[in-house]
T-cell receptor, first 109, second 115 residues
Framework: DAKTTQPNSMESNEEEPVHLPCNHS???????IHWYRQLPSQGPEYVIH???SNVNNRMASLAIAEDRKSSTLILHRATLRDAAVYYC??????????FGQGTELSVKP | EAGVAQSPRYKIIEKRQSVAFWCNPI?????LYWYQQILGQGPKLLIQ????????DSQLPKDRFSAERLKGVDSTLKIQPAKLEDSAVYLC?????????????FGEGSRLTVL
């Protein structure tokens, strides 16, 4: 299974943009890049996913490098409710979702 | 739309006892997953069902863990006998499609403490 590398923790100020990086140098052509986040005492929730092109939704944007070896999750305006562990996951065919350690994001008022 | 329901939310047992967790997925979701999340770690997939058939149980410790999904809807995860290292949150998730684009919806989890 292809692996991802994320920083253990990041800090952000409220109402500022946040860029969460993810490296996945061994990604294969059919791997989708998924992002989930886990708020304290809750199950993970889907944030966004993409294959090759950049993606936007109401929660975040996903910027994917041209060679697909890295990607960045962008929260345009962090709020206190965005404090969570963010997981970058490569999803292989047949649907297995394998979580790594993730990045713990803290947001300061 | 109702989310993934799990029970109980919390359970404390002594080692060597047994415990069972129940999951009711979102209506119409064919794929169901059980994950184990030990404190400070990311969730680890234990078993994946497609309808009532097992797709992947390679990480399930089959000497003590068992899971079933009768009639392709509800699922039960059982641990017997429990060990101290089974203390974790057990997360159930479901998805509409069993492919690369299917979003997983997680329940709030069942927290197990083994004393």
């Amino acid at each position: 299974d292809a692996k991802t590398t994320q920083p253990n923790s990041m800090e952000s100020n409220e109402e500022e943009p946040v860029h969460l990086p993810c490296n996945h140098s061994t990604i294969s052509g059919t791997d989708y890049i998924h992002w989930y986040r886990q708020l304290p005492s809750q199950g993970p929730e889907y944030v966004i996913h993409g294959l090759t092109s950049n993606v936007n939704n109401r929660m975040a944007s996903l910027a994917i490098a041209e060679d697909r070896k890295s990607s960045t999750l962008i929260l345009h305006r962090a709020t206190l409710r965005d404090a969570a562990v963010y997981y970058c996951i490569l999803r292989v065919w047949v649907g297995k979702l394998i979580f790594g350690q993730g990045t713990e994001l803290s947001v300061k008022p | 739309e109702a989310g993934v329901a799990q029970s109980p939310r919390y359970k404390i047992i002594e080692k060597r006892q047994s415990v069972a967790f129940w999951c009711n997925p979102i209506s119409g979701h064919a794929t169901l997953y059980w994950y184990q999340q030990i404190l400070g770690q990311g969730p680890k997939l234990l078993i994946q069902f497609q309808n009532n058939g097992v797709v992947d149980d390679s990480q399930l410790p089959k000497d003590r863990f068992s899971a079933e999904r009768l009639k392709g809807v509800d699922s039960t995860l059982k641990i017997q006998p429990a060990k101290l290292e089974d203390s974790a949150v057990y997360l159930c998730a479901s998805s509409l499609f069993g492919d690369n684009t299917g979003e997983l919806f997680f329940g709030e989890g069942s927290r197990l403490t083994v004393l």
